[in-house]
């Protein structure tokens, strides 16, 4: 038996455990292999028709919803057959109503208040959770909805009222009053009145007025006006431009001196 081992194979014989280093695979990018199996796919019709197929499903359902947005966001809802929390939304926390004619906001808002008459308990039930929810800049929303639209009917009376004569200025100042009075009647429910009877109804409120201002003394009957004052610059003047703002408080200023007998 030959025990000569020195031409024997070890089996670590071929191992490199010197100090060079054994060179590595190049590693492959993320974005290579991403690249790659596109290409593989691309070069299978199959596949290829797929890939297709689904970037169009997938394009078409973004753009779904980013229309849906769009349309929920700019959308004149159905005062009559949609979801009374869905007109509400749009009457009071939308700044694109404010875009609307006078005229239509006018009719909108006589339109939202039947639908509030006659509301079913479900309708009562979800305009609750909706006033429940308003806060913050929703509420602010509300405010500016509502100061526009009075600033937009007063001063659009306001810009024919520079026009008249001095001579017919307390004629127009009674229609003008008139038909803001009728506005309010019919978005609170209020029951049909006659010219003559909403022209006694104003003057009776401000001879009342002006005897509680009388019966309070000067002080208190200045921080009276300063207030209705301060209402009428936080509410109407703040949304409206310099030239608005002096004509619809001079307007104003003329009603009440007119009802006042001044």
């Known amino acids: 038996m030959n025990n000569d081992k020195s031409n024997s194979g070890s089996l670590i014989a071929d191992l490199n455990f010197s100090g060079t280093a054994v060179p590595r695979a190049a590693r492959v990018s993320l974005l290579d292999r991403a690249a790659t199996r596109l290409a593989e796919v691309w070069n299978a019709p199959r596949l290829r028709n797929r890939l297709i197929v689904g970037s169009c499903v997938a394009i078409l359902a973004g753009g779904g919803v980013a229309g849906y947005q769009y349309w929920r966001y700019h959308h004149q809802p159905d005062y009559a057959l949609d979801p009374i929390d869905d007109l509400a939304?749009?009457?009071?926390?939308?700044?694109?109503?404010?875009?609307?004619?006078?005229?239509?906001?006018?009719?909108?808002?006589?339109?939202?208040?039947?639908?509030?008459?006659?509301?079913?308990?479900?309708?009562?039930?979800?305009?609750?959770?909706?006033?429940?929810?308003?806060?913050?800049?929703?509420?602010?929303?509300?405010?500016?909805?509502?100061?526009?639209?009075?600033?937009?009917?007063?001063?659009?009376?306001?810009?024919?009222?520079?026009?008249?004569?001095?001579?017919?200025?307390?004629?127009?100042?009674?229609?003008?009053?008139?038909?803001?009075?009728?506005?309010?009647?019919?978005?609170?429910?209020?029951?049909?009145?006659?010219d003559e009877e909403i022209l006694a109804d104003i003057k009776k409120q401000t001879q009342q007025r002006d005897e509680m201002r009388k019966k309070m003394g000067p002080e208190r009957s200045a921080k009276m006006a300063a207030g209705i004052v301060g209402f009428l610059n936080g509410n109407v003047a703040n949304h409206a431009n310099p030239v608005q703002s002096q004509r619809t408080l001079q307007m104003m200023s003329d009603v009440n001196k007119h009802f006042s007998g001044k």
Do not use: C, H
Not at 129 to 140: L, P, Q
Not at 165 to 173: D, Q, S, Y
């Open 89 to 194: 939304e749009f009457t009071f926390l939308r700044s694109d109503f404010n875009s609307l004619p006078i005229k239509e906001r006018l009719k909108l808002i006589k339109d939202f208040a039947d639908r509030i008459r006659n509301a079913s308990s479900g309708d009562s039930a979800i305009l609750a959770s909706f006033a429940a929810g308003i806060s913050g800049k929703a509420r602010e929303q509300i405010q500016e909805n509502g100061a526009r639209l009075m600033l937009d009917m007063v001063d659009s009376s306001a810009i024919d009222y520079a026009k008249v004569p001095p001579e017919e200025r307390g004629a127009f100042l009674e229609k003008s009053v008139i038909e803001w009075t009728r506005i309010g009647d019919q978005v609170s429910g209020r029951a049909e009145r006659t």
